[in-house]
């Protein structure tokens, strides 16, 4: 496993460039197997989702290979299995994603329950009800999920959540299927749009109209296609986060200023400093932050991934700030270890009048003594401690706490938690004045 050694009180100066987006990236490879023949996808990040992906993707007889420093080639023509193995399901969250490729070529598909971050339950319902609308039959076993479809054909969905990977699944799905599909409550998220790009490109007629509505209409055949990936909006908030934590000053290259509205309407009302350019956005402490309430909605709205950072720079604020999940039931697992290095953060739950239009996981599914809501009291002074790394924003969490506590952090990340979605995080903020130690 990699541990982290890490020495707080050093400031960050410097550049980063950051890559393709984890939940744009690994999905586009999947969609890529759509076609009938190779597509080139630029702009990868060096993460270990990717890795998986493309090791599935091997297993099923396709091809995923390595071109260059940032590209892959993605060859389907080879795709001769329909089933992805169970080892595949425990470490990701891609197993459900694989579905449509292996329906519209095979008819069928079995795939294991997906893993991935413990933050909340991860509903399949909203999935399945679609992929059944497309005429697909949905059997559930013990670790696997088996789906099966004679004809796929179009049809009239509305999510009665709002759900990332069930519109990127169900988008993927209906390009294939005859006639016309209609999504209503569809996802904004930008990743989706461009999945969206990339099966445009490659022959699908897919329109998204206002109201959350995205029309598909199937086609017999796709070819692949040459796409640049977007870049990763979450690691562009992490490096923003670390560098005004620790009063520094950071230009993140290719960070994109459409992609992050929300996060950068509250750096301005932290009082927090940053500069839009054509090099991406430079992020640097400019005086005493203001602690500020904040709460997490869908797309266009601040997003659940970007609340565990900025509860950490929160500790750093002046004041007393609130923040909200409304997207998650449980996504404060990291709380626990900056209370344990000395955060004021307290776990509660709002008063909301209709809670389950408020949230976007089922309320009355909720688990008992599940808290909504964190208040934060700032600014603190934070003390090293030895933690365990129990997902991917709680690795980036903590490495964040680490550098702005007195002492010596020590990380342990037994999955590699924050190699899936980071691409060299210790390096890249050593290399930025950090005091970071990879060993194993």
Known sequence: MPNFKIIGGNPLFGSVRVGGAKNASYKLMIAALLADSPSRLLNFSHISDVERVAEI??????????????????????????????????????????????????????????????????????????????????HTLSNQIEVTAEQLHGAHYRFAKNTHTGTESLI?????????????????????????????????????????IIEIEGVEHLSGSIHKIMSDQ????????AALATKGDVVVENANKKDLEAFLLKLDAIGAGYEVGQYGIRFYYKGALKATD??????????????????????????????????YENRFAYVESLQMMGAQIELFNPE?????????FHWHQRKPNSFHAARITGPTQLNAGEFMVKDLRHGATLMIAGMIAK??????????????????????????????????
Not at 85 to 97: M, P, Q, V, W, Y
Not at 115 to 134: C, M, S, V
Not at 298 to 324: E, N, R, Y
């Open 57 to 138: 993707i091997n297993s099923l007889g396709g091809k995923a290979s390595e071109q260059g420093e940032r590209a892959y080639l993605i060859d389907p023509q080879g795709f001769s299995h329909w089933s992805v193995e169970d080892k595949h399901g425990e470490a990701s969250r891609a197993s459900t994603l694989f579905i449509p490729a292996l329906v519209a070529k095979f008819g069928k598909a079995r795939v294991p329950f997906p893993g991935g971050d413990k933050i909340g339950a991860r509903p399949l319902d909203l999935h399945f009800e679609g992929f059944e609308a497309l005429g697909a039959k949905i």
């Open 172 to 212: 993927m799905l209906a390009v294939k299927a005859k006639g016309k599909t209609v999504l209503e409550n569809a996802a904004e998220e930008t990743e989706i749009d461009d999945l969206i790009a990339f099966l445009r490109s490659m022959g699908a007629h897919i329109n998204r109209l206002p109201g959350r």
């Open 234 to 241: 979450n690691q562009v908030v992490s490096f923003a986060c």
């Open 294 to 327: 904040v709460e997490t909605q869908i797309h266009p709205g601040f997003k659940t991934d970007w609340q565990p950072l900025w509860v950490t720079l929160m500790t750093q604020a002046i004041g007393t700030s609130i923040l909200h999940e409304t997207i």
């Open 352 to 360: 909301v009048k209709d809670p389950e239009s408020v949230y976007n």
């Open 407 to 440: 002492g010596q952090t020590i990380l342990h990340d037994p999955k590699n938690h924050i190699d899936r979605g980071y691409e060299l995080l210790d390096q890249n903020l050593a290399a930025m004045g950090a005091s970071i130690e990879r060993y194993s």
